[in-house]
């Protein structure tokens, strides 16, 4: 549905035409009934935003006439807004989706998924190395509610055979890790989860709808933040859940609509006004990335660079296999003779890396992780690991950042 669209369908209500009561009105009135019209002719670049709660129906009839579940008129505003309907089109258009539903978040995006698909007594499966709240939220909460949650290697699709039981209903994948960078083999554990009759859920996160075309590869939900490159500002905490299939949608929906997931024009204006550099902004987090990153493995002091794109990351043939393009995201480790204390202090000592959590902005982000206290014996690179997010900034000066870093707290 575009712009235009809405836009006509609201200048037909009659209620936001100016009328007269017969008698002067008190400002109290006057002030929630401004005689205002739409400038005429405005066809800007960015569309409106559209600020609800309540949506007033011009009459008992239309009111009964309009159903939420449709998108095709207006009913509260936690059921949609011209900029919201208008924002999940052009999200599903570009992820090559039919339906889009947009949530508070990415994690409240999650939870969606696993609220609507999964009910006690049965089985939800998470990789390893997923996003860290999904595992908590599923370890902890959906445990309680009497759901099994199954822990695979997304490496090891033998293994993920191995774990699904007849009460597996929902899989989860993450390609790739958000802090290992682990590129599954999608189409594989894809085709496994499809022969048991388990509905496949892709954190589509890091490919932004730019670098893993992921209904090609026959995936039934793509859920993304939008939180990181599609808002690309650091400043909006937003979610997408997204579809092809109108019955496992209609599922979706209602859960959707349940669990009060809605969103406001104000942050869903930023994300539309986000969506206009995204390709060109993803192009150059991909390439300082990349640059930095091989960067990193030509120095003394590294041992392992977790990096999807390059020879020898973890998964690297199924990112050449299935992504055209790769984040601003990667992580290394120090050689062991790097203790702790230095990996803190040198993450300390950057000075244009920022400490901080979340990616896809535009000021490089570092934070350390302790995988050994995360994944155990699971955890072959040494640890800590230093997790990059790569900004906006000229790569020279990151690298000489990093450079001087290094000098001061590793000699
Ligand atoms: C892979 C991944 N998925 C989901 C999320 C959750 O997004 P949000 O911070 O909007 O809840 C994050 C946030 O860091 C993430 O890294």
């Given amino acids: 549905m575009s712009s235009n669209e809405h836009s006509s369908q609201l200048d037909q209500n009659p209620d936001t035409k100016p009328e007269t009561l017969g008698h002067t009105r008190a400002v ?34 239309a009111m009964r006439s309009r159903d939420w579940r449709h998108k ?14 208008t924002l999940e089109a052009r999200l599903a258009a570009i992820e090559g989706a039919r339906h ?61 055979r191995a774990a699904i039981t007849q009460h597996t209903r929902l899989m989860w994948l993450e390609a790739p890790g958000s802090v290992t960078m682990e590129m599954p083999d999608l189409r594989a554990l894809i085709k496994l989860a499809r022969e048991h009759g388990v509905i496949t859920a892709l954190d589509n996160t890091w490919a932004a709808g730019i670098a893993l075309k992921p209904f090609d590869l026959g995936v039934d939900i793509a859920m993304q933040a939008l939180t990181k490159y599609q808002s690309g ?39 539309l006004r986000g969506l206009h550099s995204l390709a060109l902004r993803y192009g150059a987090h991909d390439a300082s990335a990349r640059r930095i990153a091989a960067w990193l493995q030509t120095r003394p002091e590294v041992q392992t660079v977790l990096h999807p794109a390059l020879p020898g990351s973890p998964g690297h043939a199924n990112w050449v296999r299935d992504c055209s393009a790769a984040a601003g995201l990667f992580s290394f480790t120090f050689r ?69 870093a290094i000098r001061a707290c590793l000699r």
């Fill in 233 to 271: 500002g650091a400043d909006v905490l937003m979610g997408a859940v997204m579809t092809r299939g109108d019955a496992l949608h209609e599922r979706l929906l209602y859960a959707h609509m349940r669990l009060g997931l809605g969103v406001g024009g104000d942050d869903a204006s930023l994300i």
């Fill in 336 to 404: 062991p003779w790097v203790n702790a204390a230095q990996v803190d202090a040198f993450v300390d000592a950057l000075r244009l890396f920022k400490i901080g959590y979340s990616w896809g902005g535009p000021l490089s982000l570092v934070v350390p992780y302790d995988m050994g206290a995360t994944r155990g014996d699971a955890w072959a690179h040494g640890s800590p690991l230093v997790r990059l997010s790569i900004g906006l900034e000229d790569p020279d000066d990151l690298i000489a950042d990093i450079a001087q």
């Fill in 28 to 61: 109290a009135t006057s002030l929630q009934h401004p005689s205002y019209e739409p400038p005429a002719g405005f066809d800007a670049v960015q569309p409106a935003t559209h600020r609800a709660s309540t949506v007033i129906f011009p009459s008992v009839a």
């Fill in 100 to 160: 889009c539903m947009l949530c508070p978040s990415g994690l409240s995006a999650i939870a969606l998924v696993d609220l609507a698909l999964v009910a006690q007594g049965e089985a939800v499966m998470l990789p390893s190395n997923v996003y860290g709240p999904s595992r908590e939220l599923a370890e902890r909460l959906l445990t309680g509610w009497g759901i099994t949650v199954q822990i695979y290697d997304p490496l090891d699709v033998v293994a993920a």
């Fill in 72 to 85: 095709n008129g207006y009913t509260y505003g936690l059921h949609g807004t011209p900029t919201t309907f």
